[in-house]
């Protein structure tokens, strides 16, 4: 099913054209890696997305399980030297760049959950020290790992919309968490991944499951207004 599930991505960054890739985390099953030296940076990463499509600038998270190992070694410029796609950047100041940003569009990519409906729900430490800054901020989507599925959701009070992208390689049997106050767009609880098109008017998210098929689309609009 990996195989299958590698393919299709393949074959999805070559029709889009795609400019980079996400990692959502856990990029190093099950313990990360040791060190620089740590032969699963090539035998994980390297030898397995050789396709020309995804030869392109690869934008990694650190999960959960990144940290079991030397975490550090992910960020280490030493790796962009045996893999020139490979991007892990610590972010020191996720504040000042959101709110210095003019960006059309603004989206923040975590590994960890804010707002779940399934398995691990929402991560408290994050709803009570990164939400409020994402919305003073008008971040418009929150994308994440965690929870292997492809989910869709968003509260009611916010603006903010939560995506899910974390079946690349595990999925998980439906396992619904209580959801008053939010809206459940789509849930699929199978192997799958997801892509982004953006322009400064228009955006684009789409859910593929393994076979490449089109589960799932949203797509938002906003109107530029000209400044006289």
Known sequence: MLRTSLS???KTGQ?????????????FYNDGLKGVNDPAFQESFTKIYTSKSLQKPWYSLLGNHDYRGDAKAQLNPILRKIDSRWLCFSMQDLELALRESNANWKIVVGHHTIRSV?????????????LPMLEANNVDFYMN???????????????????TSGAGSKAWRRD???HN???VHYFYDGQ???SVQLNRTD????????FGERRYQWNASRQLHSVM
Do not use: W
């Open 145 to 163: 790992g965690h929870d292997h599925c492809l989910e869709h959701i968003n509260y009611f009070v916010s603006r903010i919309q939560y995506l």
């Open 181 to 183: 106050h939010c809206e």
């Open 118 to 130: 399934i398995h691990h729900g929402d991560t408290p430490e994050l709803i009570d020290q990164l």
């Open 176 to 178: 619904d968490k209580k």
């Open 8 to 10: 299709q991505m393949e």
């Open 203 to 210: 955006a684009s998210m789409v859910f593929y499951n393994v």
């Open 15 to 27: 029709q889009l054209d795609i400019d980079f890739v996400v990692s959502t985390g856990n990029n």
């Open 192 to 194: 799958g991944f997801m």
